[in-house]
Protein backbone atom coordinates (compact mmCIF):
# COMPACT_ATOMS: atom_id res chain seq x y z
CA UNK A 1 0.00 0.00 0.00
CA UNK A 2 1.13 3.35 -1.03
CA UNK A 3 0.12 6.62 0.89
CA UNK A 4 1.71 10.28 -0.07
CA UNK A 5 2.27 12.12 2.90
CA UNK A 6 2.04 16.08 2.46
CA UNK A 7 4.61 17.63 4.36
CA UNK A 8 3.18 21.09 3.75
CA UNK A 9 0.53 19.80 5.67
CA UNK A 10 2.78 18.48 8.50
CA UNK A 11 4.21 21.82 8.54
CA UNK A 12 1.03 23.62 8.83
CA UNK A 13 0.32 21.52 12.09
CA UNK A 14 3.42 22.06 13.57
CA UNK A 15 5.03 19.31 13.13
CA UNK A 16 8.64 20.49 12.39
CA UNK A 17 10.69 17.05 12.15
CA UNK A 18 11.12 15.31 9.04
CA UNK A 19 9.41 12.50 10.01
CA UNK A 20 5.56 12.74 9.87
CA UNK A 21 2.99 11.60 12.38
CA UNK A 22 1.98 8.90 9.88
CA UNK A 23 5.54 7.94 9.65
CA UNK A 24 6.19 7.95 12.89
CA UNK A 25 3.33 5.67 14.01
CA UNK A 26 4.17 3.09 11.78
CA UNK A 27 7.92 3.07 12.82
CA UNK A 28 6.99 2.39 15.56
CA UNK A 29 4.56 0.03 14.97
CA UNK A 30 7.43 -1.92 12.79
CA UNK A 31 9.52 -1.96 15.81
CA UNK A 32 7.49 -3.45 17.74
CA UNK A 33 6.85 -6.61 15.19
CA UNK A 34 10.32 -6.80 14.45
CA UNK A 35 9.80 -5.76 11.03
CA UNK A 36 11.76 -4.38 8.77
CA UNK A 37 12.02 -0.71 7.58
CA UNK A 38 14.08 1.41 5.19
CA UNK A 39 13.94 4.85 5.23
CA UNK A 40 15.66 6.82 2.17
CA UNK A 41 17.23 9.86 1.71
CA UNK A 42 18.69 10.94 -1.43
CA UNK A 43 21.37 12.65 0.54
CA UNK A 44 24.73 12.04 2.30
CA UNK A 45 26.00 15.54 2.04
CA UNK A 46 25.24 18.72 4.84
CA UNK A 47 22.27 20.61 3.72
CA UNK A 48 19.48 21.82 4.51
CA UNK A 49 15.61 22.44 4.45
CA UNK A 50 14.26 25.63 4.20
CA UNK A 51 10.50 26.79 4.78
CA UNK A 52 8.69 29.78 4.93
CA UNK A 53 5.58 29.96 7.51
CA UNK A 54 4.74 33.19 5.23
CA UNK A 55 4.94 32.68 1.65
CA UNK A 56 5.01 28.61 2.33
CA UNK A 57 8.18 28.85 -0.28
CA UNK A 58 10.27 25.40 0.01
CA UNK A 59 13.82 24.66 -1.09
CA UNK A 60 16.55 23.03 -0.30
CA UNK A 61 19.82 25.40 0.45
CA UNK A 62 23.32 24.80 1.54
CA UNK A 63 22.92 27.69 4.51
CA UNK A 64 20.73 28.94 6.34
CA UNK A 65 19.54 32.91 4.62
CA UNK A 66 19.26 35.85 6.74
CA UNK A 67 15.51 36.18 5.39
CA UNK A 68 13.08 34.33 2.76
CA UNK A 69 14.31 34.42 -0.82
CA UNK A 70 11.12 34.36 -2.07
CA UNK A 71 8.95 37.08 0.45
CA UNK A 72 11.96 38.39 2.49
CA UNK A 73 10.21 37.28 5.55
CA UNK A 74 11.85 36.48 8.57
CA UNK A 75 9.40 33.71 9.96
CA UNK A 76 11.05 30.43 8.29
CA UNK A 77 13.00 27.33 9.61
CA UNK A 78 15.41 25.65 8.47
CA UNK A 79 16.51 22.01 9.19
CA UNK A 80 19.98 20.78 7.91
CA UNK A 81 18.75 17.68 6.69
CA UNK A 82 20.96 14.60 5.80
CA UNK A 83 21.35 10.76 7.03
CA UNK A 84 23.18 11.18 10.40
CA UNK A 85 20.34 13.71 10.92
CA UNK A 86 17.54 11.45 9.94
CA UNK A 87 19.39 8.74 12.02
CA UNK A 88 19.59 10.75 15.19
CA UNK A 89 16.02 11.77 15.14
CA UNK A 90 14.80 8.10 14.30
CA UNK A 91 16.79 7.23 17.26
CA UNK A 92 14.83 9.84 19.61
CA UNK A 93 11.56 8.08 18.54
CA UNK A 94 12.95 4.12 18.84
CA UNK A 95 15.74 3.93 21.05
CA UNK A 96 16.02 0.38 21.07
CA UNK A 97 16.54 0.29 17.56
CA UNK A 98 19.60 -0.68 15.54
CA UNK A 99 19.86 1.80 13.20
CA UNK A 100 22.01 0.84 10.05
CA UNK A 101 23.43 3.43 7.62
CA UNK A 102 23.90 2.22 3.96
CA UNK A 103 25.38 5.22 2.00
CA UNK A 104 28.44 5.14 -0.43
CA UNK A 105 32.00 5.56 1.22
CA UNK A 106 30.21 3.45 4.28
CA UNK A 107 31.13 0.10 5.36
CA UNK A 108 27.88 -2.07 5.00
CA UNK A 109 26.15 -2.82 8.06
CA UNK A 110 26.60 -5.78 9.83
CA UNK A 111 23.18 -6.20 11.31
CA UNK A 112 22.08 -6.91 14.89
CA UNK A 113 19.44 -9.65 13.92
CA UNK A 114 18.28 -10.29 17.47
CA UNK A 115 17.35 -5.87 17.11
CA UNK A 116 14.40 -4.85 14.98
CA UNK A 117 16.40 -2.91 12.19
CA UNK A 118 15.58 0.10 10.25
CA UNK A 119 17.58 1.06 7.46
CA UNK A 120 18.81 4.71 6.78
CA UNK A 121 20.17 4.75 3.27
CA UNK A 122 21.22 7.03 0.08
CA UNK A 123 20.60 5.77 -3.20
CA UNK A 124 23.58 3.75 -3.10
CA UNK A 125 20.53 1.20 -1.51
CA UNK A 126 19.85 0.61 -5.04
CA UNK A 127 23.76 -0.41 -5.80
CA UNK A 128 23.90 -3.30 -2.86
CA UNK A 129 22.72 -6.99 -3.16
CA UNK A 130 20.30 -6.68 -0.41
CA UNK A 131 18.58 -10.32 -0.24
CA UNK A 132 15.45 -9.30 1.51
CA UNK A 133 12.30 -6.58 0.93
CA UNK A 134 11.23 -4.29 3.97
CA UNK A 135 7.82 -4.47 5.73
CA UNK A 136 8.01 -0.67 5.32
CA UNK A 137 9.60 1.91 3.25
CA UNK A 138 9.47 5.36 3.43
CA UNK A 139 10.60 8.02 1.10
CA UNK A 140 11.81 10.88 2.99
CA UNK A 141 11.38 13.70 0.72
CA UNK A 142 10.57 12.74 -2.67
CA UNK A 143 10.87 15.77 -4.65
CA UNK A 144 14.58 16.25 -3.64
CA UNK A 145 14.99 15.36 -7.09
CA UNK A 146 12.26 16.89 -8.61
CA UNK A 147 13.44 20.54 -7.50
CA UNK A 148 16.38 20.17 -9.35
CA UNK A 149 16.45 22.70 -12.57
CA UNK A 150 17.44 19.66 -14.99
CA UNK A 151 15.22 18.03 -18.00
CA UNK A 152 16.54 14.94 -15.90
CA UNK A 153 14.41 15.36 -12.98
CA UNK A 154 11.95 14.21 -13.52
CA UNK A 155 13.13 10.62 -14.58
CA UNK A 156 15.42 10.91 -11.56
CA UNK A 157 12.25 11.17 -9.70
CA UNK A 158 10.21 8.30 -11.15
CA UNK A 159 13.29 6.03 -11.29
CA UNK A 160 13.73 6.42 -7.58
CA UNK A 161 10.39 6.38 -6.10
CA UNK A 162 10.04 2.86 -8.41
CA UNK A 163 12.88 1.41 -7.17
CA UNK A 164 11.94 1.73 -3.97
CA UNK A 165 8.35 0.26 -4.53
CA UNK A 166 10.68 -2.79 -6.02
CA UNK A 167 12.69 -2.99 -2.41
CA UNK A 168 9.01 -3.22 -0.41
CA UNK A 169 7.08 -6.43 0.68
CA UNK A 170 4.32 -7.39 -1.57
CA UNK A 171 2.36 -6.71 1.78
CA UNK A 172 4.12 -3.95 3.30
CA UNK A 173 3.79 0.07 3.51
CA UNK A 174 5.14 2.26 1.51
CA UNK A 175 4.94 6.34 2.67
CA UNK A 176 5.99 9.34 0.25
CA UNK A 177 6.74 12.37 2.09
CA UNK A 178 6.97 15.40 -0.14
CA UNK A 179 6.13 19.12 -0.34
CA UNK A 180 5.13 18.41 -3.95
CA UNK A 181 1.92 15.89 -3.44
CA UNK A 182 -0.04 16.90 -6.35
CA UNK A 183 3.02 16.97 -8.78
CA UNK A 184 1.84 14.51 -11.55
CA UNK A 185 4.71 12.56 -11.57
CA UNK A 186 4.93 11.96 -7.57
CA UNK A 187 1.45 10.78 -8.67
CA UNK A 188 2.02 8.79 -11.71
CA UNK A 189 5.15 6.95 -9.46
CA UNK A 190 3.14 6.37 -6.75
CA UNK A 191 0.42 4.58 -8.71
CA UNK A 192 3.21 2.51 -10.93
CA UNK A 193 1.53 4.35 -13.62
CA UNK A 194 4.16 4.33 -16.59
CA UNK A 195 2.32 6.06 -19.35
CA UNK A 196 1.11 8.74 -17.42
CA UNK A 197 4.63 9.46 -16.14
CA UNK A 198 6.16 9.46 -19.47
CA UNK A 199 3.14 11.36 -20.94
CA UNK A 200 3.89 13.85 -18.51
CA UNK A 201 8.22 13.80 -18.78
CA UNK A 202 7.55 14.63 -22.87
CA UNK A 203 5.04 17.27 -22.27
CA UNK A 204 7.56 19.10 -19.85
CA UNK A 205 10.64 18.82 -22.05
CA UNK A 206 8.33 19.91 -24.52
CA UNK A 207 7.87 23.16 -23.24
CA UNK A 208 11.20 23.51 -21.93
CA UNK A 209 12.63 22.65 -25.18
CA UNK A 210 15.50 19.48 -23.96
CA UNK A 211 15.66 16.28 -25.81
CA UNK A 212 13.97 14.73 -27.71
CA UNK A 213 12.80 18.20 -28.97
CA UNK A 214 16.28 19.66 -29.13
CA UNK A 215 19.94 18.81 -29.36
CA UNK A 216 21.66 20.33 -26.48
CA UNK A 217 25.13 21.15 -26.59
CA UNK A 218 27.08 21.45 -23.14
CA UNK A 219 30.14 23.79 -22.81
CA UNK A 220 31.96 23.72 -19.42
CA UNK A 221 35.20 25.47 -18.51
CA UNK A 222 36.59 24.58 -14.86
CA UNK A 223 39.80 26.50 -13.31
CA UNK A 224 41.24 27.34 -9.26
CA UNK A 225 39.95 30.85 -9.76
CA UNK A 226 36.01 31.36 -10.38
CA UNK A 227 36.39 35.18 -11.21
CA UNK A 228 38.46 33.85 -14.21
CA UNK A 229 36.70 31.52 -15.35
CA UNK A 230 33.12 33.34 -14.98
CA UNK A 231 34.55 36.16 -17.26
CA UNK A 232 35.89 33.46 -20.08
CA UNK A 233 32.60 32.16 -20.16
CA UNK A 234 30.89 36.00 -20.08
CA UNK A 235 33.66 36.71 -23.28
CA UNK A 236 32.46 33.67 -25.28
CA UNK A 237 28.97 34.41 -24.82
CA UNK A 238 29.58 38.45 -25.91
CA UNK A 239 31.57 36.46 -29.15
CA UNK A 240 28.24 34.45 -29.54
CA UNK A 241 26.30 37.66 -29.63
CA UNK A 242 28.07 38.94 -32.68
CA UNK A 243 26.77 36.09 -34.62
CA UNK A 244 24.22 37.70 -36.21
CA UNK A 245 21.43 34.95 -35.68
CA UNK A 246 19.05 36.50 -38.52
CA UNK A 247 21.54 35.14 -40.87
CA UNK A 248 21.72 32.27 -39.93
CA UNK A 249 18.20 30.73 -40.08
CA UNK A 250 17.92 28.46 -37.52
CA UNK A 251 15.90 28.19 -33.89
CA UNK A 252 18.73 27.78 -31.62
CA UNK A 253 18.62 29.51 -27.77
CA UNK A 254 21.69 30.02 -25.27
CA UNK A 255 21.44 29.16 -21.49
CA UNK A 256 23.89 30.35 -19.13
CA UNK A 257 26.81 31.05 -18.06
CA UNK A 258 25.87 29.26 -14.91
CA UNK A 259 27.71 27.27 -12.36
CA UNK A 260 26.51 23.73 -11.61
CA UNK A 261 23.07 23.20 -8.90
CA UNK A 262 25.96 20.67 -7.31
CA UNK A 263 28.84 22.19 -6.61
CA UNK A 264 32.17 20.37 -8.14
CA UNK A 265 34.96 20.35 -6.64
CA UNK A 266 36.50 22.51 -9.34
CA UNK A 267 34.86 25.91 -9.85
CA UNK A 268 33.04 25.25 -12.97
CA UNK A 269 30.62 27.55 -15.37
CA UNK A 270 28.49 25.87 -18.17
CA UNK A 271 26.83 27.28 -21.06
CA UNK A 272 24.08 25.40 -22.83
CA UNK A 273 23.22 25.69 -26.49
CA UNK A 274 19.70 24.33 -27.55
CA UNK A 275 19.06 23.99 -31.30
CA UNK A 276 15.42 23.12 -31.90
CA UNK A 277 15.05 19.82 -33.84
CA UNK A 278 12.23 18.87 -36.41
CA UNK A 279 12.47 15.80 -35.33
CA UNK A 280 14.38 13.18 -33.26
CA UNK A 281 16.29 11.87 -36.07
CA UNK A 282 19.94 11.30 -36.96
CA UNK A 283 19.81 13.09 -40.36
CA UNK A 284 18.26 16.33 -37.89
CA UNK A 285 20.69 15.98 -35.25
CA UNK A 286 23.65 16.60 -37.71
CA UNK A 287 22.33 19.41 -39.52
CA UNK A 288 22.22 20.93 -36.17
CA UNK A 289 25.28 20.18 -35.20
CA UNK A 290 26.77 21.92 -39.11
CA UNK A 291 24.26 24.97 -38.01
CA UNK A 292 26.21 25.05 -35.00
CA UNK A 293 29.69 24.62 -36.42
CA UNK A 294 30.55 28.50 -36.04
CA UNK A 295 29.67 28.70 -32.58
CA UNK A 296 32.16 25.26 -32.02
CA UNK A 297 35.03 27.56 -34.12
CA UNK A 298 35.02 30.10 -31.27
CA UNK A 299 35.48 28.38 -28.63
CA UNK A 300 38.79 27.73 -26.98
CA UNK A 301 40.63 24.49 -26.04
CA UNK A 302 40.27 25.20 -22.54
CA UNK A 303 35.96 24.24 -22.77
CA UNK A 304 35.31 20.59 -22.54
CA UNK A 305 31.97 20.38 -25.36
CA UNK A 306 29.76 17.61 -24.66
CA UNK A 307 27.06 16.77 -27.44
CA UNK A 308 23.59 15.66 -25.54
CA UNK A 309 24.92 15.96 -21.83
CA UNK A 310 23.29 13.54 -19.80
CA UNK A 311 22.23 16.00 -17.65
CA UNK A 312 23.18 20.37 -18.14
CA UNK A 313 24.44 20.32 -14.30
ZN1 LIG B 1 8.50 33.63 2.25
Known sequence: MTTIVSMTDEK???NKSIVSDLLSSLILKAVARKEKTLLFLNKKRESGQFYCKTCRFHEFMPDAPQICPNCQSHDFFFNSLNIWSLAKTVKQLVPNANVNLIAEGLRYPTSDIRRPAIDIATASVFYKLIAYKYDLVAHILADTTLNIADFSALEKTFAQITNLKNLTKEN?????QTYAQDHPVIKAAAQGNFQAYYAQSLS?????????YALL????IKGKSPEIIEKKAEKLI????HFPLSTFHFPLSILGPYQPIFKTKVPTYNIILKHKLASYSISEKEKAIKNLSPYLEKISRDWQITVEPGSIN
Open 12 to 14: NKG
Open 172 to 176: GRFIL
Open 204 to 212: ARKSLLYPP
Open 217 to 220: VKLS
Open 238 to 241: EDFS
